[in-house]
């Protein structure tokens, strides 16, 4: 498996798609089952707001390396909407869709490090990593 992979985010099969190549380079880093899962349900959370909302984008992953420590780094990133109130969309329970308002708070709970970075009209970025304990 490569340390960088690009997969394009257009339907609910690229979803799988990224939750599987992150499942497999974990898997190479020895991740424990319960940290694949972790990962893989946080890239399902961002992966399905690109398509929910955006309806294209990306997740791109990646290994990082600090400081002795290795993990996977996931950005996801898309030409969308954007989010208007992102102190809002990180509460449980906010959704502008017809979801549970769980996935953007939910991702940022199931990894290690969680960034976002979005301008209404131009897109949304999100940065996720986690490491291997």
Do not use: C
Not at 9 to 35: H, K, N, P, Y
Not at 58 to 82: T, Y
Request: glycine residues 12%.
């Amino acid at each position: 498996m490569p340390d960088s992979v690009h997969v394009a985010i257009a339907s609910d099969s690229d979803v799988v798609t990224a939750r599987q190549i992150a499942r497999e380079m974990g898997g190479d880093l020895g991740f424990s089952s319960t940290d694949l899962t972790l990962l893989a349900t946080a890239i399902s959370e961002v992966a399905r707001n690109i398509t929910t909302y955006a309806g294209t984008g990306e997740v791109a992953l990646r290994v990082v390396r600090d400081r002795g420590r290795e993990g996977i780094e996931v950005l996801a990133s898309d030409d969308g909407p954007g989010i208007a109130d992102v102190e809002l969309a990180l509460q449980d329970g906010y959704s502008t869709g017809n979801g549970l308002g769980l996935g953007l708070p939910g991702a940022r709970r199931l990894v290690d490090e969680f960034d976002l970075e979005t301008r209404p009209g131009e897109g949304t970025r999100v940065r996720l990593v986690k490491w291997r304990v």
